[in-house]
């Protein structure tokens, strides 16, 4: 059971739009910066976002992050065959058992 | 270019001991923090362990606690991950990854993993 909570699948045509949501609480996504990944098939994951918003140069502006409360949004525009991946929210934990958390992973898939 | 490559997996009985390897090129090692993460066969990440830049500050997570040690030798460029009384449940691919700011977790860089089977 991991501590951020994400949809299992998620599902859209070439060209739509998909939203992804991380659920967790006040002791990690509410106040800690959200980071997402996308790992393709066979590889390692990679950052798609940081801090909420934020986007690591290379990765297109079709790719967004919003966070609101103890939950964050990735959003994908001008969905491509190429975005078929698990998408991983993450942020850190400041409980007891302070530590990093990630979401149980989503699978896009493009129709 | 920044590359990370990590050796050491492999089989190993339940009880063993197993030590990981991260060696880093292409930035200063020195200047950053370090994450291990794993994933077991068909599933999601799971955050392991962090080390600061100067490995003064360390975290685990509960599931590894007491029973893994990370460490790192900046002379060498390179992250450890010491794991004893390995368990099937520990049974996974492990990443390093290079992580750009203390306690927010934003992993920029990974290896490739390195694959940890704990079975008799």
């Known amino acids: 059971q991991s501590v951020l909570t994400q949809p299992p699948s998620v599902s859209a045509a070439p060209g739509q739009k998909v939203t992804i949501s991380c659920s967790g609480s006040s002791s990690n996504i509410g106040n800690n910066y959200v980071s997402w990944y996308q790992q393709l098939p066979g590889t390692a994951p990679k950052l798609l976002i940081y801090?909420?918003?934020k986007r690591p140069s290379g990765i297109p502006d079709r790719f967004s992050g919003s966070k609101s409360g103890t939950s964050a949004t990735l959003g994908i525009t001008g969905l491509q065959t190429g975005d078929e991946a698990d998408y991983y929210c993450?942020?850190?934990?400041?409980?007891?058992?302070?530590?990093?958390?990630f979401g149980g992973g989503t699978k896009l898939t493009v129709l | 270019q920044v590359q990370l490559v990590e050796s050491g997996g492999g089989l190993v009985k339940p009880g063993g001991s197993l030590r990981l390897s991260c060696a880093a090129s292409g930035f200063t090692f020195s200047d950053y923090y370090m994450s291990w993460i794993r994933q077991a066969p068909g599933k999601g990440l799971e955050w392991v362990s962090y080390i600061s830049s100067s490995g003064s500050t360390i975290y685990y997570a509960d599931s590894v606690k007491g029973r893994f040690t990370i460490s790192r030798d900046n002379a060498k460029n390179s992250l450890y991950l010491q794991m004893n009384s390995l368990r099937a449940e520990d049974t996974a691919v492990y990443y390093c990854a290079r992580d750009e700011a203390a306690m927010v977790i934003i992993l920029d860089y990974w290896g490739q993993g390195t694959l940890v089977t704990v079975s008799s």
């Open positions: 993450g942020t850190w934990d400041s409980s007891l058992s302070a530590g990093g958390v």
């Open positions: 801090d909420n918003n």
